[in-house]
């Protein structure tokens, strides 16, 4: 019987949806990985619209108009849920990032070392870029 991954002889079939899913590492899947990064590309890209669709559409476009518009709650939660989003991206591509090229191959017997301190740092930077934005937005006036 031939094995139902193309690369192996196989003519596709159920095998493919198997080759998305085991890539995967730190218990990690990898077809979740997947349509959250696209998930969360889909939200930043609609928060980006809804601040050009602002900046487009407000005529004079000035400290108290971005106060009006930052302040109001759903753009607190639309803020929120992009900063999220965004924490989400930057996680899953640095986390990639660091396991395709941080390898034994390169870093030799110490590379799980270096991984864990490149992770730690990633870890770190995400939840201060989390943090201060989150800090502003729901910082009372």
Do not use: K
Not at 7 to 29: E, I
């Amino acid at each position: 019987m031939a094995h139902p991954c193309p690369r192996r002889g196989g003519g596709g079939g159920t095998g493919d949806l198997a080759l998305v899913t085991n890539v995967a590492s730190f218990g990690r899947s990898g077809l979740a990985d997947f349509v959250l990064q696209r998930v969360s590309a889909v939200v930043v890209g609609l928060y980006a619209l809804c601040l050009l669709g602002f900046f487009v559409t407000a005529a004079p476009v000035d400290h108290a108009a971005l106060a009006d518009f930052f302040e109001s709650l759903p753009m607190r939660v639309f803020t929120t849920l992009a900063v999220v989003s965004l924490a989400a991206h930057a996680w899953i591509g640095m986390w990639t990032i660091g396991t395709d090229y941080i390898r034994r191959h390169y870093f030799g017997a110490g590379h799980t070392v270096y991984l864990a301190i490149y992770l730690i740092v990633c870890i770190g930077l995400i939840s201060v870029y989390v943090l201060w934005p989150l800090s502003v937005v729901w910082t009372v006036p």
